[in-house]
């Protein structure tokens, strides 16, 4: 039976889900901009699905507008803010955003655009400060990310949150790692934008969601008809509504339970991993984290190599973010937090999620202690460093 240790790449469509989108895939299949009565009620589906993801999010049903992704949801936060306030040319982000950040910001740099790119401590944090320090009169936007997609990092987004509303500046969020595994409340949280991914806690791929804060000015991505009151065009993705709903409601109504028990078979397993496999190292926050993330640098090897032996043997991992997946060059997180080459190419990421149980930590470790030894045991760098021990 295969072990399945990458849920921060994708996660298993929720059973619930998948029979909540079901007959919208079949029967329902009506567009929901049309005006004959099956289309109405299919309309009225869609806007229940606001209603309820609204409710999980502390949010109001007119603050939801449903993306094709959470990339979207970023580039459109990002491009939306700076249309609709031409006159400010500066963005302020962080070294270890997702690509989803960090490309669109470089491509708005191409365009005239001036970025500062927050460095992060050797957790991979941000702090409040430094979002004030880096504020100018022109700065358009803010976008830090709520948790790093790799290493599991929580930024202290309440304090920063305070100085961007104190300043008067759009503060967007890539919630995509964070929102279905911590509490988030939008009535209490104020940031201006959020951008959320389905399939990240149990819902289809393809489909996401912006938040926007009434009164937060953002020009459209898309254009072409009026769907989501004229703020992004496109026939609505029905059956991926209805699935990251149903997924968003089940994923928030048992944090209580989930959040603990994930947390707790995390921490078994950073302890598991750097009490037996010497040269290890523990990448990210130590308590600040997602409760899923186990991000560790094996020293001396290759993480791609290491995954490959996984592989081999049913075991499903990652090097880090899903979306760099075959890129050669080291984590941009990683080094960020000042990590060497060596490290940062030697890092796997675990993510746990709702289906991982405390038997998969011995199942794992049956594999991976050997695969490292012998990995190891082919290396010239760990035979330099024997040699030099000795």
């Not at 594999?367 to 460093?385: E, G």
Request: glycine share 8%.
């Amino acid at each position: 039976m295969a072990l399945y240790l990458d849920n921060a790449a994708t996660t298993p469509l929720h059973p619930v889900a998948l029979a909540a989108m079901l007959p919208f895939l079949e029967g329902k299949f009506h567009n929901p901009s049309s005006v004959y009565t099956p289309a109405r009620a299919v309309r009225q589906a869609v806007d229940e699905a606001r209603i309820k993801m609204a409710t999980a999010l502390g949010a109001s049903p007119e603050e939801i507008v449903f993306t094709g992704s959470g990339t979207e949801a970023d580039n459109w936060a990002l491009y939306g803010v700076l249309e609709s306030n031409p006159a400010k040319k500066h963005i302020i982000t962080t070294k270890i955003e997702h690509h989803g950040i960090l490309f669109t910001c470089r491509a708005l740099e191409k365009r005239g655009y001036t970025v500062t790119y927050l460095p992060v401590d050797e957790h991979g944090q941000i702090t409040p400060a430094q979002v004030e320090e880096a504020i100018k009169p022109d700065t358009a936007v803010v976008s830090i990310i709520m948790a790093n997609n790799e290493i599991g990092t929580i930024q202290p987004l309440d304090e920063i949150a305070k100085i961007t509303r104190r300043k008067g500046i759009p503060l967007h969020t890539d919630a995509v790692q964070a929102v279905g595994h911590i509490p988030i409340d939008l009535s209490a949280l104020h940031v201006d934008l959020l951008a959320l991914s389905a399939h990240k806690f149990g819902g289809p791929k393809g489909i996401g969601a912006l938040y926007i804060r009434k009164g937060t000015r953002l020009a459209p991505l898309l254009y072409g008809g009026a769907q989501e009151r004229n703020r992004r065009a496109g026939t609505e993705n029905v059956a991926g509504i209805i699935g990251m709903a149903a997924a968003l409601e089940i994923a928030v109504n048992e944090l209580t339970e989930s959040r603990p028990r994930i947390s707790e078979l995390r921490d078994a397993l950073i302890n598991e991993i750097l009490t037996n496999i010497p040269h290890v190292k523990l990448n990210g926050h130590p308590t600040h984290r997602l409760p899923g993330n186990v991000n560790v640098s094996f020293q001396f090897i290759e993480g791609e190599s290491l995954l490959l032996h996984l592989d081999m043997q049913g075991c499903y991992a990652s090097t880090g973010s899903a979306c760099s997946s075959g890129a050669l060059e080291p984590s941009h997180v990683l080094m960020a937090m000042g990590l060497s080459h060596g490290m940062a190419n030697g890092a796997l990421r675990f993510s746990l999620g709702r289906e991982n149980t405390q038997a998969d930590i011995p199942r794992l470790m049956e594999i991976l202690t050997p695969a490292v030894a012998r990995l190891r045991a082919m290396s010239p760098l760990y035979d330099d460093y024997i040699k030099k021990g000795e």
